[in-house]
């Protein structure tokens, strides 16, 4: 089995089975704007912001492709002077939006999935994708055109795992049912690298983001086809969350990828 192949079929592990998905109260789907708040001071040591400013010049564009509220993209205002956002979320978008309007840096926000939608997005000096890699079947082809669409470098955060797995013991109380342990991102550079793709990549670790409680524990329900009445179950089998999170980054520049 290629690395291709194999991510395809752990993440297709991940589906949720039908009579699960049927009683859902609600759309399992999606994530709340909350979750994924800029970071009004990005840290100086997010080694992904590090990566991308070294490609970044004074005043570069940059593209940042399900953007959510903008966090990838604001950590690298300044130096840049053009910022887009694109996601299937309108309402991630205008909180992106009033993000860049707040930092008075030009912008552009477009609705649409990756890849399909790249025919209408611009080359921009730096293209940033974190935390979406895990919603990606087909990674190589999301890949090839996120590189198409960078000047000088690509930017990719994901965690070490898959990030569901931290919800595997919620599966199995609520629902007897044992969740995968995979993809990984170390399969995803397997991947990236069949696909031709010359990635360089680091580990680094990030304590979680300032997200409410309330927050997480409403978006875990969801994520769990459960009615509100569980929530108080739920942030009982959460746990403490505030240890730090292992990240991996990967970067490639297009002139070596092609």
């Known amino acids: 089995m290629s690395a291709a192949e194999q991510w395809r079929s752990e993440l297709a592990a991940w589906a949720i089975p039908p009579h699960?998905?049927?009683?859902?109260?609600?759309?399992?789907?999606?994530?709340?704007?909350?979750?994924?708040?800029?970071?009004?001071?990005?840290?100086?040591?997010?080694?992904?912001?590090?990566?991308?400013?070294?490609?970044?010049?004074?005043?570069?564009?940059?593209?940042?492709?399900?953007?959510?509220g903008g966090a990838a993209t604001f950590a690298l205002v300044p130096p840049a002077g053009s910022v887009t956002?694109?996601?299937a979320s309108?309402?991630?978008?205008?909180?992106?939006?009033?993000?860049?309007?707040?930092?008075?840096?030009?912008?552009?926000?477009?609705?649409?999935?990756?890849?399909?939608?790249?025919?209408?997005?611009?080359?921009?000096?730096?293209v940033v994708c974190h935390h979406v890699f895990y919603n990606t079947p087909d990674l190589a082809d999301f890949a090839h055109a996120l590189t198409a669409k960078a000047r000088h470098r690509v930017?990719?955060?994901?965690?070490?795992?898959h990030p569901l797995t931290a919800t595997r013991p919620?599966?199995?109380?609520?629902?007897?049912?044992?969740?995968?342990d995979g993809p990984t991102a170390a399969l995803a550079i397997d991947v990236l690298t069949e696909a031709g793709i010359p990635v360089s990549h680091q580990r680094w670790r990030r304590p979680p983001r300032d997200v409410p409680r309330e927050v997480l524990v409403g978006m875990?329900?969801?994520?769990?086809?459960?009615?509100?009445?569980?929530?108080?179950?739920?942030?009982?089998?959460?746990?403490?969350?505030?240890?730090?999170r292992e990240l991996v980054t990967i970067w490639w520049d297009p002139v070596l990828a092609h």
Request: aromatic content about 6%; overall charge negative; some cysteine.
């Open 20 to 68: 699960i998905l049927e009683a859902a109260p609600e759309s399992p789907w999606g994530f709340p704007v909350a979750a994924f708040p800029p970071d009004p001071s990005p840290a100086l040591d997010s080694v992904s912001r590090e990566r991308a400013l070294e490609a970044l010049p004074e005043g570069g564009t940059v593209l940042d492709i399900g953007c959510g």
């Open 85 to 87: 956002g694109l996601d």
């Open 90 to 126: 309108a309402e991630m978008l205008q909180a992106y939006a009033d993000e860049a309007e707040r930092r008075g840096v030009a912008h552009r926000e477009i609705v649409g999935s990756w890849p399909e939608i790249a025919a209408a997005v611009d080359v921009h000096d730096v």
């Open 155 to 161: 930017v990719v955060e994901l965690t070490s795992a």
């Open 170 to 180: 919620l599966w199995r109380h609520f629902h007897g049912l044992d969740r995968p």
């Open 220 to 244: 875990n329900r969801r994520r769990l086809c459960l009615p509100l009445d569980a929530e108080p179950e739920v942030d009982r089998l959460m746990g403490d969350r505030n240890e730090p």
